[in-house]
């Protein structure tokens, strides 16, 4: 079993960097690869950005907006998401999780840090 504990969020003004960090526990051994996700209140929880755990990776920046990067630590087990110029829209509870096969099912889950932007 793998555990999920999510850190970094708190309330910033727009135009602000935020750094959240996901440390994985148990069996990360059977982690194929890992991702963030964010649910906004009253939406429904949205799929954000997504990197393999092993095998050679590079941060990388979601195209759409420019504005999340993805990054692993495997030494420190921790995945990482940096979000640069927050917006009041980004506001949202921000939680990983784990697959544990190319294609399955997001089976493990962290319990979310709160992001909140103020305008």
């Known amino acids: 079993q793998v555990r999920l504990v999510e850190s970094g969020g708190g309330l910033v003004q727009t135009g602000d960097s935020l750094r959240l960090s996901c440390a994985a526990s148990?069996?990360?051994?059977?982690?194929?690869?890992m991702a963030w996700f964010r649910q906004a209140p009253g939406k429904e929880r949205d799929f954000v950005l997504a990197?393999?755990?092993?095998?050679?990776?590079?941060p990388y920046t979601d195209s759409a907006s420019g504005r999340f990067t993805i990054s692993r630590d495997n030494a420190k087990n921790t995945m990482y998401l940096q979000i640069s110029n927050l917006k009041p829209e980004d506001t949202a509870t921000y939680y990983c999780?784990?697959?544990?096969?190319?294609?399955?099912?997001?089976?493990?889950w962290g319990q979310g840090t709160q992001v909140t932007v103020s305008s």
């Open positions: 990197i393999n755990w092993s095998g050679g990776s590079t």
């Open positions: 148990g069996r990360t051994s059977s982690i194929y690869a």
């Open positions: 999780a784990a697959r544990h096969s190319a294609g399955g099912a997001w089976k493990s």
